[in-house]
């Protein structure tokens, strides 16, 4: 039996970096406050029930802040499954660190901690119904980057000057018997107009590209676990001409985006074939170390588009991002390799979530 395939291309890209484990995205904060019927006693309630109370409704707080914040996808399946959550909240809510104030009869309490965004993708795979067939092959491609040179520009200012002349004149005259005389006056104004333009060039960035192995098997971990069928991008390069990898790795190198001549190659390749192609980009800033933890920290940020082959085109179907993401390491190569692992997991995450509610299987 032959079903088609779909090709993921996520290309990581590492630009001024800080590295961490965490997506950004994934700390959540919920705060919760109440009235208690007795004052507290030596700083907390003085039933246990009304503490769990409280530090329940903000975890529940913190997770729906959450959800609103991502995309439709995402907020639609939290919906659909807010009560499964809520009753299993410590299975979807980790880490949690807890702040307290109990003064008189006031109780407030402020939690934070991390949402396992893994878990809340898997309850789209559970709801579904059985798949009519297989879901497609996917193959991942990621090529990270990292800027090798920065070409900045000064700012070009344009001046503009004019100048407008007003006259202004007036005239007298007068008779007196047989004689007739008239006089009159004139004046000039000069008004003089300035103005201009400035304009700031973005800088030109040149880019140091590789494959890490991690974002391969961070992607894979991810789709497998939704059903889809992993083959290694290496095979599909070799078997459809007109898919090069180094012709992606070359235009990411000089550019943010493909040449139309490298993405039209790569849809004719893989056209009745491939059915669904993946290109996402995520770019890593500078390392900076983290106040909390004193580790150092690399932001990513991450974006990706969806094509599918609809028989004629290759239409979007989802897209991604831009979305920022960090990650922690004792030194600058852990930081950035979970950086780009963190942004990996959430970008396919991301695209299954969509597929799936477009019913794109």
């Not at 996917?138 to 040179?149: E, G, H, P, Q």
């Not at 997991?345 to 799936?356: K, Y």
Request: net charge positive.
């Amino acid at each position: 039996m032959y079903f088609k395939t779909a090709l993921l291309v996520l290309i990581a890209s590492a630009t001024l970096g800080t590295p961490s484990i965490f997506a950004s995205e994934n700390t959540i904060t919920g705060v919760q406050a109440k009235e208690l019927k007795k004052s507290c006693k030596k700083g907390r309630p003085r039933k246990t029930s009304e503490y769990d109370e409280v530090l329940a409704k903000a975890k529940v707080n913190a997770l729906r802040s959450w959800a609103a914040g991502r995309s439709v996808a995402t907020s639609s399946l939290f919906e659909k499954h807010q009560d499964e959550i809520i009753t299993n909240m410590d299975d979807y809510f980790l880490n949690a660190s807890v702040i307290h104030k109990c003064e008189g009869k006031s109780f407030r309490i402020k939690v934070r901690g991390s949402v396992d965004e893994n878990k809340i993708a898997l309850l789209s795979k559970f709801s579904r119904k059985a798949l009519s067939r297989p879901r497609s092959k996917i193959t991942a491609v990621f090529l990270a980057r990292k800027a090798a040179s920065v070409k900045s520009y000064q700012e070009k200012t344009t001046s503009i000057q004019s100048e407008t002349n007003f006259s202004e004149g007036a005239e007298l005259s007068s008779l007196s018997g047989s004689g007739a005389s008239s006089e009159g006056y004139s004046s000039t104004k000069n008004v003089a107009e300035t103005g201009g333009s400035t304009v700031v060039k973005a800088d030109k960035i040149n880019w140091d590209v590789f494959r890490p192995r991690g974002l391969e098997v961070a992607a894979k971990r991810t789709f497998s676990s939704f059903g889809f069928k992993t083959i290694e991008v290496s095979q599909v390069a070799g078997r459809f001409p007109g898919f090069d990898l180094n012709a992606f790795a070359q235009d990411y190198t000089f550019g943010d985006n493909l040449k139309p001549a490298t993405l039209n190659n790569a849809f004719d390749a893989i056209a009745g074939e491939i059915s669904l192609l993946v290109i996402s980009t995520v770019d890593v800033g500078q390392k900076s170390l983290d106040p909390v933890s004193g580790k150092f920290r690399v932001f990513a940020t991450v974006t990706a588009q969806v094509y599918k082959d609809d028989g004629f085109f290759f239409e979007t179907v989802a897209a991604v991002g831009p979305t920022q993401y960090y990650g922690l390491g004792a030194n600058e190569t852990v930081a950035e390799t979970n950086a780009l692992i963190v942004a990996a997991e959430a970008a396919s995450n991301e695209i299954v979530q969509q597929l799936n509610a477009a019913g794109i299987q």
